[in-house]
């Protein structure tokens, strides 16, 4: 055979082609795990040391187990007790001031990550039981005075003898956050027969409103962004109520779009009319068509607040009419209105938002490039996230009533690759069965010995679901690098955030009494190092807290031995089922105190 050109074309023998593409495999396996290096970012590489190994899971169970020498691990500096690695205000200085922007999370390189474990105040004694936790907490735990002395006249919390109680007080709410919601109430009938269920409360002090709601059925998250003294989500989360730290600053919140059926704001100082109206184009954006924004605090009830407001009347009223004015344009109307609360609804059908498309339409309809969902490190948009014309079921007029909707199959679960409504109920079954399995292998599942609970890598919610009935409750964390399943929580009734387990989450440390992971080490370890995960683990674990790990067979014992480096206890059992490929570590941590503090 000739080429076009005449010339003859040469065929090398088989072996000798192999050799330069052997050689040319090997070259470009190892340029690839290179730039894969360089891709993924500080956060997201292994930086295992003698602990662990960068290991990928067996696709057999005959491969032996992984095996790792073992690590006490050292005991932090006091000064750490409330270490939050995103966001440590002894980093802020790195960062710009411009919409507090140093109050986002941050999280520090993985060469500055810490290998020590976070000890706890000196004094420090198990949490007080629920439900008394959410009237009293002990000031040992917390040991922060700022706000009793700040906001002692508005009766948030007092200090009496070794507690701190919280009377249920505010700023917006002097006769006692009960008669508040009650006002709330009258003017939002829906919050009585369970069309509400899920909220969100932005600057919310140490969350008396989310704690009220909860005897009214309704789920509340509780969101403050760490400062240098107040505490509140630690508060929050000490009282048992459900809180995450967070900032609508620069970036959108760690929650999918149409989630919450009711947003709340009360005096929480957010200039919601600035730079475009920013901040409330994210609250419209997690708010459910539908749902409810309600606002107490300044400009609403000017005509008689005016003069405590260090301002004038005339300021107030066009302070007013211009949050009126953008609500209108992002297609809210006003719903009701009453001495200091306002109340605003989110319209549910489509015929408001077909006017943003006109060219000078202030704010403009998003790009449809722009992902609805995105929310993890997504920057936020001066633009409206238009809710798509499909969610017809999942808008509040016609999403299931609670407690139905926990277990009817939400719409969204069908834009989950592989989603349908077979494998949702399917998925329900499934965690009915293990978490009665769960419950005879920790019989204070369920007791008034666990509250704060974390679900960390869940699918659709269904360990929550099945625990509804227990005195606690769930934060559902769907990984930022997982199947968008985490609407189909939110339409169930539930709450959750993304999250990527590759760093810290956003709450203080000692702030959940049982953490829950199924296969989570398996699924991450090619990205994180699971030595992080646990020490992470242990972080955000209460000192006598509970660990339900569930995973592969190869990883188990790997697991156990960091924990035990750890101070933890662990004890391998069987699955419900019995199989050989997957184990449950069920692990406990030791209360211990600091060696340079006193145990008293």
């Not at 409103?209 to 059925?217: A, F, P, S």
């Not at 697991?559 to 662990?570: E, F, H, P, V, Y």
């Amino acid at each position: 055979m000739k080429h076009k050109d005449g010339k003859p074309v040469s065929h090398p023998d088989k072996s000798s082609r192999i050799v330069p593409m052997a050689i040319m495999f090997v070259v470009l396996c190892g340029f690839s795990f290179y730039l894969g290096g360089i891709f993924c970012s500080e956060k997201d590489r292994i930086g295992a040391k003698d602990v662990t190994k960068v290991v990928s899971s067996p696709k057999e169970s005959s491969v032996a187990p992984l095996q790792i020498k073992s690590t006490a691990f050292p005991e932090c500096s006091s000064n750490y007790q409330d270490y939050t690695p995103c966001t440590d205000p002894k980093r802020w200085k790195k960062y710009g001031n411009h919409r507090l922007t140093f109050m986002e999370r941050h999280c520090p390189p993985v060469f500055e990550r810490k290998e020590c474990l976070i000890p706890p105040p000196d004094g420090y004694k198990q949490p007080i039981k629920w439900p008394k936790s959410r009237d009293q907490c002990w000031y040992r735990n917390v040991p922060y005075d700022w706000i009793n002395k700040q906001k002692s006249n508005q009766n948030w919390l007092r200090k009496e003898g070794e507690k701190f109680l919280f009377p249920g007080g505010g700023t917006m709410f002097p006769r006692g956050v009960g008669a508040y919601v009650d006002l709330m109430q009258d003017l939002i009938p829906e919050m009585k027969d369970g069309t509400i269920r899920t909220a969100i409360d932005t600057g919310c002090g140490v969350a008396s409103w989310g704690g009220d709601l909860l005897d009214r059925g309704i789920l509340t998250v509780s969101l403050a962004p760490r400062d240098n003294h107040e505490a509140q989500v630690q508060f929050a989360l000490e009282r048992g109520i459900p809180a995450i730290l967070g900032i609508i600053s620069t970036q959108r919140l760690p929650f999918p779009s149409n989630a919450f059926d009711m947003a709340h704001c009360s005096r929480c100082l957010i200039p919601w009319t600035e730079f475009g109206g920013i901040y409330l184009l994210e609250v419209h954006r997690i708010l459910r068509p539908g749902g409810f924004w309600i606002l107490s605090g300044p400009p609403v009830n000017y005509e008689n607040r005016w003069r405590g407001w260090n301002t004038t009347v005339e300021e107030q009223k066009s302070d007013y009419d211009k949050l009126q004015e953008l609500l209108t344009s992002m297609c809210f109307k006003l719903y009701d209105k009453k001495d200091d609360i306002a109340v605003w609804q989110k319209v549910s059908d489509n015929s408001c938002y077909s006017k943003l498309t006109n060219p000078d339409a202030y704010p403009p309809k998003c790009d449809d490039s722009l992902e609805p969902d995105s929310a993890w490190y997504t920057p936020l948009r001066p633009c409206v996230v238009v809710p798509s014309p499909k969610i017809k079921k999942s808008v509040m007029e016609s999403i299931p009533k609670w407690p139905e909707r926990l277990h009817v199959t939400p719409e969204r679960v069908s834009d989950v690759h592989g989603g349908s409504a077979s494998a949702f109920k399917h998925d329900d079954s499934k965690w009915k069965i293990r978490a009665k399995h769960y419950k005879k292998l920790l019989p204070a599942l369920g007791s008034d010995k666990i509250r704060n609970v974390m679900d960390m890598n869940t699918v659709y919610g269904g360990f929550a679901a099945a625990v509804i009935d227990d005195p606690l409750w769930v934060m559902n964390v769907v990984s930022s690098y997982a199947a968008n399943t985490l609407p189909v929580v939110f339409d169930r009734g539930l709450i959750g955030s993304f999250h990527d387990w590759c760093e810290a989450f956003s709450t203080y440390p000692r702030t959940y009494d049982l953490l829950h992971l199924d296969g989570l080490i398996t699924a991450e370890s090619h990205r994180c190092d699971m030595k992080y995960v646990l020490l992470e683990m242990d972080r955000i674990l209460r000192p006598t807290g509970y660990a339900i790990i569930r995973e592969s067979s190869y990883f188990v014992d790997a697991i156990s031995t960091i924990a035990k480096g750890m101070r933890w206890s662990c004890r391998k059992e069987e699955t419900e089922y019995g199989v050989e490929k997957e184990k449950i570590l069920i692990c406990r941590k030791k209360l211990w105190y600091s060696s340079n503090q006193s145990s008293r």
